[in-house]
């Protein structure tokens, strides 16, 4: 059975090459660069994987695994970000201390699909 990715990133290059990528190491995977569209069509147990870059519009990446949560406590979910989050004062938020996997962009591919496939083996 083929393992099923959801990667939401609000940069369309990125998801285009990661969606290659990730494709070609042999997932099927669904993209979205708008949170909250991810979000209205996300379904319990329909992936085995959801990859959030940190930064995105509307809704940042901690917040949107906080609601995804609510649907599917089971799902695998790594974060994916070339920087730190802040809140709206200026302050650092941190992860959510359940969530162990962290992709950093710049990221080579082969690399990408090393790490989901590590991931989805845990």
Same mark, same amino acid.
């Given at each position: /059975?083929?393992?099923?990715? =959801?990667?939401?990133?609000?940069?369309?290059?990125?998801?285009? #090459? !990661?969606? /290659?990528? @990730?494709?070609?190491?042999?997932? *099927? &995977?669904?993209?979205?660069?708008?949170? @909250? =569209?991810? =979000?209205?069509?996300? *379904?319990?147990? =329909?992936?085995?994987?959801?990859? @959030?870059?940190?930064?995105? +519009?509307? /809704?940042?990446?901690?917040?949107?695994?906080?609601?995804?949560?609510?649907?599917?406590?089971? #799902?695998?979910?790594?974060?994916?970000?070339?920087?730190?989050?802040?809140?709206?004062?200026?302050?650092? &938020?941190?992860?959510?201390?359940?969530?162990?996997? !962290?992709?950093? *962009? +710049?990221?080579? /591919?082969?690399?990408?699909?090393?790490?989901?496939?590590?991931? @989805?083996?845990?």
């Amino acid at each position: /059975m083929t393992n099923r990715i =959801l990667l939401v990133d609000n940069e369309d290059d990125n998801n285009i #090459v !990661f969606k /290659m990528a @990730l494709e070609d190491g042999g997932f *099927k &995977v669904d993209v979205y660069n708008d949170s @909250l =569209l991810a =979000l209205s069509n996300f *379904k319990d147990d =329909l992936y085995d994987l959801v990859i @959030l870059d940190i930064n995105i +519009p509307k /809704m940042n990446g901690y917040d949107l695994y906080k609601e995804i949560r609510k649907i599917d406590n089971k #799902v695998k979910v790594c974060f994916l970000s070339a920087s730190e989050i802040y809140n709206k004062n200026l302050q650092k &938020v941190s992860p959510p201390s359940d969530v162990k996997c !962290f992709i950093s *962009k +710049p990221i080579q /591919m082969n690399d990408l699909v090393r790490i989901v496939k590590t991931e @989805l083996n845990n």
